[in-house]
Structures are given as C-alpha cells and as structure tokens.
C-alpha cells in the first residue's frame, strides 16, 4: 500500500532555517482562537510542550549502563492536538516543512500490521512492522532523512497506541520546536514525548486534565510513567540503541540522575549558569551511538574503562554539586567542576564523539578562562560551557561575540524548568500560541 491509498502528502522536505529563528523571522498572522471541536473528553485545543535537556555529564557512557545527569532546558517542543471535523488524522511538522493527512481509514490498515501482542510488551518496533509503516508512508528503504524518521515515529506511536488502548478520533497535530534539531539538546526525546503524551490522551489511555484559564497542569505519576515508557518507544525508532535519559528528562523535567533506567531526581542542586554554544554542525545521534558501540567490540580493555572514568566523573559531579548547593568550599568545588568538564571531554574525544568544531569552542573558551565540553551525542552540534557565579557578564559577552565571529550560536541558558505539560491557550508566551495557530487549522 503506497502514499496514494490514504495519504495526502502536502510538502516535504527540509527547512534550512534553524528553530530558533522561526519566531524572529516570521510574520506572525494575527491572533486566531483555535477551533473548538470535540477531543476526548474536552470539546477544545489542547497544548502540549516537553523541555529538551543538556547532558552534563554521561553521555554515551549512560547507554552502556554508566551514570549520567542530565538537566531540562527552558527550550521547548509544543504540540498542538486539536479534534478533525474532517475525518482526517493531520501531520504538520514545521520545523522540517512536513504537512500530511491520511484518511483513517487507510490508518486502521496500519493496526493491522501492529502485533498487540509485541506491543503490549514492547521491547522495538520489529522490522516487519517498521517495513509496513514505510510501505504505507511510501519511505523508500534505508532512508535516514529527517522527515522519513520523523513521519515513520508519527505512524508506529499512532498506530501502537491505538492498537493497545483504543480508536484515536480523527485529529489534527502540529509539533513546532524552539529546539535545534539534531543538535544535542534532546529535540527528539521532547517530540516522542509530546507525541506520546497526545496521542495517549487521545487514545483515552490517560486522563485529559484540562488546565484553568491561565494556567498549565501535569499528569499523575502513573500517567508520566507511561508517556515515559511510548516516550522511549519512539526514541528507539530514532535513536536505535537510545538509553532512556533524554526521554525522562522530556517527562519529569528538572535535574535527574539516571542509571540503567532508574530515575533519581536530584533535589541539592545550585543554580547553575550555562552558555550553551551550537556549532551548527549536523550530526545523527543513531549513527554516533552505534560507532561507540563498535568500538566498544573491537576494543573493550581499551574503551570499557574511558566509559568507567566517565561513570567516576557522574558520580563525582554529583557530590560537587551537593557541596555547592550546601555552601561548603563553593571556590574549590567550581573548580573541581571545571576539572571534571576537561577531562570528560578529553574521554569523549578517545570514544570518537569529538569534532574540530567542539575543539574549537573549547580552545576558545578557555582563552576566557572557562571551561566547555559537547553535550548530547557530540560530532558536532553543542557544547557546554560552565559559568561561575562571579563570571562577569563582560567575560560572559567576550566569549559569546568570538563565539558568533566562528558562526556559532551561543546563549546563557536556563535549566530545570518542568516536564511535559498541557498549557491553556492563555497560559503560554503570546508569540508561541500565535504560532501555533498560524499553521493552518484542520479544513
Ligand atoms: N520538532 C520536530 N519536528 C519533527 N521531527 C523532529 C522534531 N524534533 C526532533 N525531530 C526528529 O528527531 C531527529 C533528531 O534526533 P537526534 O537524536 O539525532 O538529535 P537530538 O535529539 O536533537 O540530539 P541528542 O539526541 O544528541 O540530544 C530529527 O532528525 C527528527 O527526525
Ligand atoms: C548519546 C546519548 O547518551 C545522549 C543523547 O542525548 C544517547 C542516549 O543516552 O540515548
Ligand atoms: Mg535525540
């Protein structure tokens, strides 16, 4: 079964503009209050958004069992779900210029192809159902680009969930991010985890709880569980061999520790002040993830113990903070910080997760006397750079401008805001929600 049998293909292909821009570059059409139509139990639109997040320290190790913390950011991926008069179920994925809707119909074919039974345990998304939802989405075979992951995730979450919890009604979903994407910064956890969180609501498999006027509300714990768990799901379909780290942090937000699956929120934490630095250099976390592991094969007296190091440096980083946040030696234990930045660099460098652009903004940084290391999956897109709390904002703005003179993005971030939330309309930033509904509505 081809495109052509349910599916109505509008546009596809690759915005050149990064996230971020969007909302300064684009002429905002005014205002427009979304449509109200029947969804679940709510005749309304609902707003979706999960946080992306930085890796402070962990990254690759993590997916072998290491430890890792990890940070929400305060940039977000929304969603916006709202019911389909049309007896349509739409895609719209801005940020990578994608806009298709297929007939429900043509979807239930989809179920079909869906094991409940490997679902209701899933371990992935095996390859005959993957090779299905390709077929039907007409992917050609091997294809790795972003809008073909994207659009497959869509598929199997969609056809999972309602094979596993119940018919979804026709609907119309946009996801817009203010994350770069395939940058380092979680975007893909955030957008399986505003999928998730819809589609499971849409389902009837979570509650829908609606948010006062003004206001945002989160799910249960139980809920949050299992948005986590299909969260995961899509990033396997992404990712491949993902450890589950970015999703949680999409789920639960602020600081968490994170070791083979268990979940620790850290609650003595300091406020911490991050440039963070986007080198703008395209990367694929799958394939970044595999060449660790094949070196990892073919080396393992020589890797296993840089990942161990890196296990050390969590840990440590972990104890650090905990001094901080008490007060105790605040001088020493920042310096220790910067120390362990160093040094796991230098590890991430020997499991090949470095690039010359990540080298740069280190060298360049440290000429600042600060301390940077890439954050995510490396290979290029961001970095991190640790700021003391006396770092002056005239060091601060130094760096950043020779930072930009590179062509890098930079910006002092703010971290361990919440999860994933559903927003009233009015809760959220004018400019977002003007956004949101500047897509076109479900005709
Ligand atoms: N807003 C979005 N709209 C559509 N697809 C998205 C969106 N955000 C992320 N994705 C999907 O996620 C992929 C990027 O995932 P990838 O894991 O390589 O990078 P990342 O998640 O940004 O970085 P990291 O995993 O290192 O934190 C994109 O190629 C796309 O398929
Ligand atoms: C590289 C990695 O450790 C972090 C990507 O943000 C992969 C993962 O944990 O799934
Ligand atoms: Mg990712």
């Known amino acids: 079964m081809g495109l052509t049998d349910g599916a109505t293909c509008v546009s596809i292909g690759r915005s050149s503009e990064v996230a971020r821009n969007i909302l300064s570059h684009r002429k905002l059409a005014a205002a427009s209050e979304p449509s109200r139509i029947h969804f679940g139990m709510a005749n309304k639109t609902f ?6 997040k930085v890796i402070l320290h962990g990254e690759h190790a993590v997916v072998h069992g290491k430890v890792a913390l990890a940070v929400s950011l305060n940039l977000k991926t929304y969603l916006r779900i709202q019911p389909c008069s049309d007896q349509k179920v739409q895609l719209n994925l801005p940020n990578i210029n994608v806009h298709l809707n297929w007939k429900p119909a043509a979807l239930q074919f989809l179920q079909s192809a869906i094991d ?21 989405a007409g992917i050609p075979e091997g294809s790795t680009d972003t809008a073909s992951i994207s659009i ?14 119940g018919q979804i009604p026709s609907l119309d979903i946009l996801v817009w991010s203010e994350l770069p994407i395939g940058a380092g910064l979680g975007s893909s956890a955030a957008y399986c985890v505003c999928l998730a969180a819809a589609l499971l609501s849409a389902s009837g498999a979570i509650t829908c709880p609606v948010p006062q006027e003004k206001d945002t509300t989160r799910w249960n714990e139980d809920e949050l569980e299992l948005i986590n768990k299909w969260a995961f799901q ?16 999409g789920t639960w937000g602020g600081m968490l520790r994170y070791h083979a699956g268990k979940i620790v929120p850290l609650s003595s934490v300091p406020t911490l002040r991050i440039l963070l630095t986007n080198t703008k250099v395209s990367r694929s976390t799958k394939v970044l993830v595999a060449g660790v592991k094949d ?16 296990d050390a440096i969590s840990c440590e980083c972990e104890r650090v903070l905990a001094a901080i946040a008490s007060g105790i030696a605040v001088d020493e234990h920042y310096r220790i910080l910067e120390e362990l930045i160093d040094i796991n660099q230098h590890h991430l460098n020997v499991i090949g997760v470095g690039h010359p652009s990540l080298d740069r903004l280190c060298q360049l940084t440290a000429t600042y006397g600060l301390h940077s290391k890439l ?22 703005e130094a760096s950043k401008r020779t930072l930009k003179d590179l062509g890098y993005d930079c910006w002092e971030t703010v971290i361990g805001g919440s999860g994933v939330s559903l927003h009233s309309p009015s809760s959220l930033h004018k ?13």
């Open 375 to 396: 954050t995510g999956a490396g290979g290029g897109g961001c970095g991190l750079t640790l700021l003391r709390p006396d770092t002056s904002p005239s060091m601060v």
């Open 152 to 165: 497959l995730c869509f598929l199997y979450l969609y056809s999972a969930i309602s094979t596993s919890y």
């Open 47 to 52: 707003i979706i958004s999960a946080p992306g």
């Open 295 to 310: 070196k990892l094969n073919k080396l393992p007296s020589i890797i296993k113990p840089v990942l161990d190091s890196i």
């Open 234 to 249: 899509g990033e396997k379909l992404i990712h491949g061999n993902p450890s589950g780290v970015d999703n949680a942090v």
């Open 431 to 443: 400019d977002i929600f003007q956004l949101l509904c500047d897509v076109k509505n479900c005709q």
């Open 116 to 136: 409940v039974a490997d679902v209701l345990n899933p371990k992935t998304a095996n390859q005959i159902q993957m090779d299905q939802l390709r077929l039907f």
